[in-house]
Structures are given as structure tokens and as C-alpha cells.
């Protein structure tokens, strides 16, 4: 058993060599989301037994976690003092990871509510692709102090530095939580949406074949009285985790594509997305149209196109921006991963 | 990273003729000041103590006007800062004597409202406060609200990352603003983020809060909220600051996010009160001022849960305020306080440290022995539910050595919030003023990943060279703030 202290040089060690080799590692926490993204390549860098509590004082509603603890882990044990993760955190099958979750950069059904994974980054440690321990943000809700690196690894698929320690915010558990089910079509559920959102204690509002699903939670007494004017069925909170970690029926099955669909939210719903999730902002669509025509689709509406997953492993994870940009993004990455080698070709093909 | 570290602010050399022309050229009529007469107003922001006097002020009047004008200033090596309302408190829009200003001031419209979609998109000279005017006839608002929102603009917000009132609950900019257009220093314009704020790196991450470093920003999209039903503010008063700061961190710690939750100290409330003519209740040492808002039904329990907490800490009067005329009321003492504790001494120096919440009383209580040691007297007035502390230091810079007695104070206090596991800025930015705190805060390899991020978007280092990241060379003791043994903590700063 060795030390953290050791783990971290080690990850330093490692990283280093394969810097001055010029060889690619991929990072893996606990694997469970291996089929996310571009083909993962190079010598496994496993983080899974990095893991555990940093630091964590319940009065303060911060923690510090090592990457590799699965984010079960930590739910309970801030569970414990009646406190969650400010962002509903999707995870695949196995325990998947903080690090892992950071990476991908994904939100659950809570984001228009609650924010996002990258709302509630407060600091992080990583080791860059040189080998480099280095430490951005902190423990504290405000920090201006340097370029907010912490956040720019969010969604970065690691391929911007190995995330050893992250710092979250954390939020109050809701005392009670209830789901409401609303047959009706996609126009009528986002007006309701729109006359229920700051006035009632939303905390995740999706639409599929055909039926609004509302969740809240919050106070006792308010939950009742919100679950009243909403009427509707009782549904239940599983669709939510189903629709956290991507496996809700309604998402479709291979061998299309899942992809999102980031949008204004009032933007109509066409190409008709099998899932619609925050309010309208985020929609899944199981396809088999080429890349291109997705992103274009998505465009039209005025937004982007994010691939999950799918049968062929080379497709990128988002548009190539605009090409000055694309390169502005080469120089972002070459900072801080300068030879390519921390997940290369995870998240593009081109780094 | 390859970094070769330079000299601090090396001075570029005069711009040719052919670099007036084009400028000229570039802007409308009356879109270039260079008469020492109207240069005056821009030699400074909000942090009065240092001033330069720029070569001249482009105020361009469209995104395109911008775009040429980094470009010149790019083909022939001109340094540039921008400005937008110059409201920073850092330094963060202090000219450089070898380089233009490049006013955004102009850039003033709101390109759209959009109420279905929850967003605004504006140029970046628009004030904040202008946003939620304009949004309130669509029953929203633009949630970060700094002090200054009357005269910031949402272009100065981005740089700094501004917060305010309200961003324990709504959060700072970062957390609102979804997308931004935006030039590099050799005039191209990127895009940045989407409807929801994402990106295949979030590069937008990295330029909320860079201080104008990375690119001059031209639009943003910003998320907008729906105003709350229900708003209760609630002004208790504390015979002790001790009691006070208690009270705050019994209020996180009960799981309570008050849409703003501040504190005020005696020199502040003193202050206040004479400036507005708010009465607060004989013997108070200090004041919490905290909001509640939400849904009507949720908003009553979390009324009714915050009072009794600040009952339970002692709060010995407790006043409440539930229409808008009443809350405008209750929160002029804290909205009034820079200018009022302003009256108080001839110059004051605001500090802008962060802590963890649970550390507020004895934080403030060093502040205490440090303001008697030193002799300076120190108003608190801050945002307390974020551990965001914003010390007052008075004094009269025309007494000799006292400008340099009062860096060194503040010194300590940026000492004192490391050491308790804060950062050094918490809103107002590093610019020129905390460069030394930079090196305390960050070791020389993360400063030079800073720098080689800096030159990953600006490679000449032409926006607003020589702030906010300190050369690894300047922090000569890694790890240390310079105060010790007498030493000006700013004596390394160029002084115009
Ligand atoms: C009385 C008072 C109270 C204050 N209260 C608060 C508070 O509560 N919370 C808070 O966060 N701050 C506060 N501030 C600080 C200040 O108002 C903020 O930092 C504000 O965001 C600055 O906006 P500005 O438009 O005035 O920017 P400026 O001061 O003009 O510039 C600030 C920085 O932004 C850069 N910049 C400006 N426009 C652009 C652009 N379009 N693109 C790129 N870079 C740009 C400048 O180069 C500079 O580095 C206060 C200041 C005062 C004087």
C-alpha cells in the first residue's frame, strides 16, 4: 500500500516518461465509461485506487475528492450530513468515478436548476503532459485569482491533464422529492414549464412518447402544494437516474448514435430528439445520419451537436469549430499536453 | 510549456506615423482621443492610486471598428487595454504610457432580449444594471449585480468575473453567461460557447475572469432568470462583529442559500448611516443583512428558518422588509457603503480576500489586532455568505510612507486568507495591484503555465501586458509575499 503522496509521483513519474517517449496513456478511473468518445488508445493510466476524501467539512458544504472515488462514494458520505453533489452526476455501469465524471463533463437532469458539473468546480489539481503537478482554484465559492484552468477540464475527455484532486460545491438535500406525469404534447409541456420554472421548486423537467415528466423537491409543505397544481400521475424518481446515466429505453439502441443536441430551449423540436431533457435545452437523438448532417441540423437551431456514443469510434466528439479557432484550441491543448499524449484522439482526432 | 519569462513591463517603442493613419482610418471621426486634455478621464479606474496617461483612446462604434484596430495595434507591436466602464478596483483598466485604450464604452447595445429562450445578447459596453431594466419588462433579470452595476459594463463583468449581492445563490458571471464573440490580439474573431455554455474545450471558461488577457470580448449571450414570486430581506443587528460572523456561519452551515447574505461592521454602518440617514439601533457593533426569495410557500419557510437561526446567535433587532420601496430601504446602508466609508478618510484601499465561511470569525478578528498594530482603522463591509471579504483600509495618502504602511496591512490581510485556505481576489481581480499575491498563491510552475496560456491567445502580449500574472522572475521568494523586512510590497510595480 502506498501512500497518496507516492501515488501522485508516481502519476507524475509515469506521465513524465511517457512524455519524454512521446507514447500515449489513456486515464482510467474505473472504466465504466470507456465506450464514450473516440477509441480510447495507449498504455492505461488507472486512477481507480487514487481515491477517498480529501477534505470535507459538512459546515462549509465544499469537498475535496481524490479523482478515482466513485461518485457513489462520495454522494453517501455527504448523504450522511444531509448534503449533495450541486450537480446530478451520470454514471455508467461499475463505480464510476469522479475523474471520469469531470472528463466527460456531463450534467443530469437537474442542470437548469441546480447548474452544471462546471457551475460547481471550485479547484483541482492535475498533472499536465509534461509531468508537471499543479494545483488551480481552491476551497472557496469565489477565486479570481489566475485563469480558471479547474473549469476548463471539464469536458475536456482528459485530454488537458490527469485530474488527481477536485474541490465541488455541495448543496442541501431536498427534504422531499416527488415526480408528476403529464400526457401532453411538446408545445403545451414547455409553456407549462415556462409558467411553473422560478415559481415552483423544479429540480428536472423531461419529455418522451408523449409524456412531461416533472421533478421536485425541495420543502415538505412546498413540495405538496407544488405537486397539487401540477396534478398529473405520480411518476417516478428512477426515470430520472435512467435518464442521468443514459440508460432510459426511450434514449434508443445501438446501433444508432446517441448524440445531444444542445439548443435554445424553445427551439422546435426537429428534428423530434427521442428524449427531452432541461427544460428543452438538451436533447438526446438516437441516429444513424451521418455526423454531418446532425451538426447541421443543430446549427439551424441555432446550437451544437455533442456525439456520445455510437458503432464507429472515429467520428469526433463536437464540429470542427471554425478553423482559426480549431487552431486557437491546438494552442489551449499544447499548454498543457504538449506532445499529445493524455488520451490522444479521445475527444478529436487531432489531438 | 515554453515560457521565456521577460522583464516586467518592458516599455515598446513609439508607434510610426503609419500607425496613426491607419487608426485614423479605422475609426469614426471622433473615435480617437489624443489630446492630453481628453485623455485625462482614462488614466485610471476605480483604483485611483495609480495613473498613466495612454498614447491615445479609440472608441470604436462597431464590433468591425475593434477587429481593425487590434490589428493595427498588432501589425505594429502597440499595446492595448480595454475598457469598458472603468469601474475595476484592481487596476485591471490602467493605461499603459507606451500603448492606446481601446474604449468599449460605445459598444452599448442590447442586441436582443429573447423571454422564451431566457437569454440576452449584448454588446460588451452595456451596463449591467441596463440588462435587468430592460429584462424586468419580461419579468426577469440578469442575476450578478455588483455595487458598481450602475457604470460596470458586462464586457468589464467577463474579465473580472464580477459578483455580487445576490451570487450565493444566482452565481458569479461565469455561472451566467453562455456564450461570448470575442478577438484575439491579432483580430480574429472567435466564438465561444453555446446554449449551454459548452464547447469542445471550454475555453469559455477560461476567459471569464482572465482580466482582459486573453481577447476583447464584442458580444454575450447571458443567461437570464425568472424574477422570484416571493422576496423577504432581513437586516439583524449583532452587539459584537464576533456574533455577527457567527451568524453568517451558522446560516451556511444550516443549509440555508439566502439569495444575499452581508455583513457591515460599525466604521461601516457608521458610515452608512450618516450617508443615507438610516437609523440602526443604538449599541449595534454590526449587521447581517440577508434575503430570502423564491416561491411564496418556500420563501415563508426559509424566512422563518433564517430568522430563527439569527434569533438563536443573538441578533438583538431584527427588521424585515417585504415590499420593494422596504427592501430598497434596508439595503441602502450596504449599497451606499464604498462612497459613504469613503467620507470617513480621505483615501481608502479595498481588499478583496475569500475564505471559508466557518473561518469568518476569526479572520475578522485578526483583521482587528492587525488594523490596531498598524494604526489604520478598517471597515468591513462584505459578501459574507460567499467568505468574500472586502477590508477598508482608511488613510491619507499625502502623509508620508502611509500609502506603503497600508499596502503592507493589506499584505497581512492576503496573508491571513491564505493561511486559512482562501485566495487573494475574490471578485475584484488581481490586475496590477496583487501581482505580489500571485506569487504567494501559486508556485512558479503554475505561473508559467498561466503565462504560456497568455500566449497561447495573445503570443505578442499586447492586451493588457504586465497584469494579472506576475513573471516567475518577479516572485524572487517562491512561496513568500514580499512584506517582510520592510520591503514596499509593490515596490517592484512601475509607478507613472
Ligand atoms: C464602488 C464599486 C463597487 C464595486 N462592487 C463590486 C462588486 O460588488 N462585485 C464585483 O465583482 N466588483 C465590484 N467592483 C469592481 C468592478 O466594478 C468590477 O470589476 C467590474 O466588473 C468592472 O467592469 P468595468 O466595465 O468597469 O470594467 P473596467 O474597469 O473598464 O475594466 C476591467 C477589466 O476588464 C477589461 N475589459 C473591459 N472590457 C472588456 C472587454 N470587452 N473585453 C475584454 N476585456 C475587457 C479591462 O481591460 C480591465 O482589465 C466595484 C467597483 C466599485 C468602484
Known amino acids: ?348 482526432a487531432r489531438w | 510549456m515554453q515560457y521565456t519569462p521577460m522583464k516586467d513591463s518592458p516599455a515598446s517603442p513609439t508607434p510610426p506615423a503609419a500607425f496613426w493613419r491607419e487608426l485614423r482610418k479605422a475609426l469614426p471621426a471622433d473615435g480617437l482621443l489624443v489630446k492630453p486634455g481628453d485623455l485625462g478621464a482614462y488614466e485610471c479606474d476605480g483604483l ?139 483580430g480574429v474573431l472567435h466564438e465561444l460557447g453555446g446554449p449551454t455554455a459548452e464547447g469542445p474545450l471550454d475555453l469559455l471558461a477560461l476567459v471569464v475572469g482572465s482580466e482582459g488577457l486573453l481577447g476583447v470580448v464584442v458580444e454575450a449571450t447571458v443567461q437570464l432568470k425568472p424574477k422570484p414570486q416571493a422576496v423577504v430581506a432581513l437586516l439583524a443587528a449583532f452587539r459584537s462583529l464576533e456574533q455577527a460572523a457567527g451568524a453568517v456561519s451558522a446560516v451556511i452551515a444550516a443549509g440555508i442559500v439566502p439569495a444575499g447574505l452581508e455583513l457591515m461592521d460599525r466604521l461601516a454602518i457608521q458610515a452608512a448611516g450618516a450617508y443615507t440617514g438610516q437609523h440602526y439601533p443604538p449599541g449595534t457593533e454590526a449587521v447581517v443583512l440577508a434575503e430570502v426569495d423564491g416561491d411564496d410557500g418556500t420563501c415563508a419557510l426559509e424566512y422563518a428558518h433564517l430568522r430563527a437561526i439569527l434569533k438563536a446567535q443573538k441578533a438583538f433587532a431584527l427588521d424585515e422588509a417585504r415590499t420593494s420601496e422596504e427592501r430598497r430601504l434596508l439595503w441602502a446602508g450596504r449599497k451606499s457603503a464604498f462612497p459613504a466609508v469613503g467620507r470617513l478618510a480621505p483615501d481608502y484601499y479595498c481588499m478583496d480576500g475569500t475564505i471559508p465561511r466557518r473561518a469568518l470569525v476569526e479572520v475578522l478578528a485578526q483583521i482587528a489586532v492587525l488594523s490596531a498594530q498598524y494604526g489604520l482603522p478598517v471597515a468591513n463591509v462584505f459578501h459574507a455568505g460567499d467568505g468574500n471579504l472586502h477590508p477598508l483600509i482608511l488613510y491619507d495618502a499625502r502623509r508620508p510612507g502611509e500609502l506603503a504602511r497600508v499596502e503592507q496591512l493589506g499584505g497581512d490581510i492576503l496573508k491571513l486568507c491564505l493561511a486559512h485556505g482562501g485566495t487573494i481576489s475574490g471578485e475584484h481581480g488581481v490586475g496590477v495591484e496583487k501581482l505580489d499575491g500571485m506569487c504567494a498563491q501559486f508556485t512558479p510552475a503554475e505561473l508559467v503555465a498561466f503565462h504560456a496560456l497568455k500566449a497561447a491567445f495573445d503570443p505578442y502580449e499586447l492586451l493588457n501586458r504586465g497584469k494579472a500574472i506576475p513573471t516567475p522572475a518577479r516572485c524572487v521568494e517562491p512561496g513568500g509575499m514580499h512584506v517582510h523586512g520592510g520591503r514596499v510590497p509593490f515596490g517592484h510595480l512601475e509607478r507613472y
Open chain 2, 48 to 186: 485611483t492610486v495609480y495613473k498613466a496617461r495612454p498614447l491615445a483612446v479609440a472608441l470604436p462604434r462597431t464590433r468591425e471598428q475593434v477587429g481593425a484596430v487590434l490589428r493595427i495595434c498588432n501589425r505594429h507591436a502597440v499595446p492595448v487595454v480595454a475598457r469598458g466602464g472603468g469601474t475595476s478596483l484592481s487596476g485591471g483598466a490602467l493605461p499603459r504610457t507606451d500603448g492606446i485604450v481601446l474604449s468599449l464604452a460605445r459598444l452599448n447595445r442590447i442586441l436582443a432580449i429573447d423571454p422564451e429562450n431566457q437569454t440576452a445578447r449584448l454588446e460588451p459596453g452595456v451596463r449591467n444594471l441596463a440588462v435587468s431594466e430592460a429584462a424586468a419588462a419580461y419579468g426577469l433579470f440578469y442575476a450578478p449585480d455588483p455595487s458598481s452595476q450602475i457604470a460596470c459594463t458586462i464586457g468589464g463583468n467577463i474579465a473580472e468575473n464580477a459578483g455580487g449581492v445576490h451570487c450565493l445563490k444566482y452565481g458569479l458571471t461565469v455561472h451566467n453567461v453562455l456564450a461570448v464573440k470575442m478577438f484575439t490580439s491579432d
Open chain 1, 1 to 348: 500500500m502506498t501512500s497518496h503522496t507516492e501515488a501522485v509521483e508516481q502519476v507524475c513519474a509515469t506521465v513524465q516518461t511517457a512524455y519524454e517517449r512521446g507514447t500515449p496513456l489513456e486515464i482510467v478511473g474505473s472504466g465504466s465509461r470507456r465506450h464514450w468518445g473516440r477509441e480510447p488508445i495507449g498504455e492505461p493510466l488507472v486512477l481507480a485506487s487514487y481515491r477517498g476524501i480529501v477534505a470535507y467539512e459538512p459546515s462549509e458544504y465544499v469537498i475535496t475528492v481524490r479523482a478515482g472515488t466513485p461518485i457513489a462514494d462520495i454522494e453517501a458520505a455527504v448523504a450522511a450530513h444531509g448534503q449533495t453533489l450541486a450537480a446530478e452526476l451520470p454514471r455508467g455501469a461499475g463505480p464510476s468515478t469522479i475523474g471520469g465524471a469531470v472528463a466527460l463533463g456531463l450534467t443530469g437532469p437537474s442542470r437548469p436548476y441546480a447548474g452544471s458539473l462546471r457551475d460547481a468546480i471550485l479547484g483541482a489539481r492535475i498533472v499536465t503532459g509534461t509531468g508537471q503537478l499543479l494545483r488551480f482554484g481552491g476551497q472557496v465559492l469565489k477565486n479570481v485569482a489566475g485563469f480558471d484552468v479547474s473549469r476548463l477540464m471539464v469536458g475536456a475527455y482528459g485530454t488537458l491533464g490527469v485530474l488527481m484532486e477536485v474541490s465541488l460545491r455541495l448543496h442541501p438535500q431536498p427534504e422531499e422529492s416527488a415526480v408528476c406525469v403529464l400526457a401532453c404534447d411538446w408545445a403545451t409541456a414547455r409553456s407549462r414549464l415556462l409558467g411553473w420554472t422560478g415559481r415552483l421548486p423544479l429540480t428536472g423537467a423531461c419529455y418522451y412518447e408523449g409524456r412531461l415528466h416533472v421533478r421536485l423537491g425541495g420543502r415538505a409543505a412546498a413540495i405538496g402544494r407544488a405537486v397539487q397544481e401540477i396534478g398529473g400521475e405520480t411518476g417516478s424518481a428512477d426515470t430520472f437516474f435512467a435518464l442521468r446515466d443514459l440508460r432510459l429505453d426511450a434514449l434508443g439502441v445501438p446501433p444508432a448514435a446517441l448524440w445531444r443536441l444542445l439548443v435554445p430551449p424553445a427551439a422546435p423540436l426537429d428534428p423530434p430528439a427521442s428524449v427531452v431533457d432541461w427544460g428543452g435545452a438538451q436533447r438526446f437523438w438516437a441516429t444513424q445520419e451521418p455526423a454531418g448532417v446532425v451538426h447541421a441540423l443543430a446549427a439551424r437551431l441555432g446550437g451544437q451537436a455533442v456525439r456520445l456514443a455510437g458503432a464507429d469510434r472515429q467520428e469526433d466528439v463536437w464540429a470542427a469549430p471554425a478553423p482559426a479557432t480549431m487552431a486557437l484550441y491546438g494552442r489551449v491543448k499544447a499548454v498543457l499536453d504538449p506532445r499529445h499524449i493524455l488520451n490522444r484522439g479521445r475527444l478529436s
